[in-house]
């Protein structure tokens, strides 16, 4: 039975998402900003009461670590940017985007039914013009390809550090 492309994109991203929600499921509040060593990427709450990533617009050398918490930011970040393009909005910038805290996890699941929703609504033949320049001639199945691999990669990333992290507590 032929599948369609845009059908293998949804079947992936769902599948991506069962991993994501196993690994955020058994995350209690320590393990979101738990330093795995001495070189880490985290959030930091500001005066303001907003929680703050690290972030370098050159990446170092040797590149830290991040923290579950900032891997969770990090996804809240380049996702809801993609869904703003997706919807045709502009996504506010990066400095403006903050962790979510201990709402983490809810703000994720937005995300989720927010791009699910865009994409049912969407042209998958549409031109898209991010992560990419919008000359590079790209749709909005590459779009939804690059955000299932950018997912699929961090939480495998935030799997890693949970398992890490339940390791060293036993």
């Keep these: 039975m032929p599948v369609s492309f845009t059908d293998l994109l ?31 990427w985290t959030v930091h709450r500001g005066a303001d009461g907003n929680w703050r990533p690290d972030w370098a617009d050159t990446e170092p050398d040797p590149i830290p670590v991040p923290t579950i918490a900032w891997l969770t930011w990090h996804i809240d970040w380049w996702w809801s940017t993609a869904l703003a393009h997706l919807e045709g909005r502009v996504p506010p910038p990066r400095e403006q985007v903050y962790w979510a805290g201990d709402a983490a996890r809810a703000r994720l699941d937005e995300l989720r039914a927010a791009w699910s929703a865009a994409l049912d609504a969407a042209d998958p033949n549409a031109p898209a013009a991010y992560p990419w320049p919008a000359d590079a001639g790209l749709t909005v199945t590459h779009l939804a390809a690059w955000v299932n691999a950018e997912l699929m990669k961090n939480v495998a990333e ?13």
């Design 10 to 40: 949804r079947w992936q991203f769902d599948l991506t998402w069962s991993l994501a929600s196993y690994h955020l499921d058994a995350l209690t509040p320590d393990d979101l900003r738990w330093e795995p060593g001495p070189l880490v």
């Design 158 to 170: 935030l799997g890693q550090l949970r398992l890490l992290r339940a390791a060293s507590l036993a």
